[in-house]
T-cell receptor, first 118, second 109 residues
Framework: GAVVSQHPSWVICKSGTSVKIECRSL??????MFWYRQFPKQSLMLMAT?????????EQGVEKDKFLINHASLTLSTLTVTSAHPEDSSFYIC??????????????FGPGTRLTVL | QKEVEQNSGPLSVPEGAIASLNCTYS??????FFWYRQYSGKSPELIMS????GDKEDGRFTAQLNKASQYVSLLIRDSQPSDSATYLC?????????FGKGTRLHILP
């Protein structure tokens, strides 16, 4: 299956600092990537859709100035949490869309990044 | 209006039995459906995708789709303790995939 990596796998930072998370599709090109956030024992919450070469589309309630997304190439999307605060502590997961032979796209998830803001 | 609904569980099934997970979706325009498994503290991994009405089998897993009833299910045969996880149902809509909240499955040794 398609492989998606994320870096770092975990990060601890001080309140007020910015953190960048990378998402890479390793063996396929992904024109579309997605960023999710998941709080403990909660469902995945879609934050934004990242399209290569264009601006990200944010879901309602997600601050685009706080969560900066850059999809600079067909294999890399980055999420920067700016001025992080303790309430931003969460599990951030990216996924990449892979076209399949049957004509439907399938999302493959990265391993996730656990962010802890002190 | 919830778009993909699942019973949160937990669903407890004896080892070796069949686990049956159910899901309903609201958007009749959805064409693609997925089942993901998520272990605690890990990201989801794709188990099955299904696009046509009927059954699709892959090893111990069988996905079932009924578009008329807007219903998707996942059967796990010969359940193993390692199948204990949260199972997420997902439906494609407008180039996005909408996830249900997941059903926690617990296989009893």
């Amino acid at each position: 299956g398609a492989v998606v990596s994320q870096h770092p796998s975990w990060v601890i930072c001080k309140s007020g600092t910015s953190v960048k998370i990378e998402c890479r599709s390793l063996d396929f090109q992904a024109t579309t990537m997605f960023w999710y956030r998941q709080f403990p024992k909660q469902s995945l919450m879609l934050m934004a859709t990242s399209n290569e070469g264009s601006k990200a589309t944010y879901e309602q309630g997600v601050e685009k100035d706080k969560f900066l997304i850059n999809h600079a190439s067909l294999t890399l999307s980055t999420l920067t949490v700016t001025s992080a605060h303790p309430e931003d502590s969460s599990f951030y997961i990216c996924s990449a869309l892979s076209g399949s032979a049957v004509g439907a796209d399938t999302q493959y998830f990265g391993p996730g990044t656990r962010l802890t803001v002190l | 209006q919830k778009e993909v609904e699942q019973n949160s569980g937990p669903l407890s099934v004896p080892e070796g039995a069949i686990a049956s997970l159910n899901c309903t979706y609201s958007d009749r325009g959805s064409q693609s459906f997925f089942w993901y498994r998520q272990y605690s503290g890990k990201s989801p991994e794709l188990i099955m995708s299904i696009y046509s009405n009927g059954d699709k089998e892959d090893g111990r897993f069988t996905a079932q789709l009924n578009k008329a009833s807007q219903y998707v299910s996942l059967l796990i045969r010969d359940s193993q303790p390692s199948d204990s996880a949260t199972y997420l149902c997902a439906a494609e809509r407008d180039d996005k995939i909408i996830f249900g909240k997941g059903t926690r499955l617990h296989i009893l040794p």
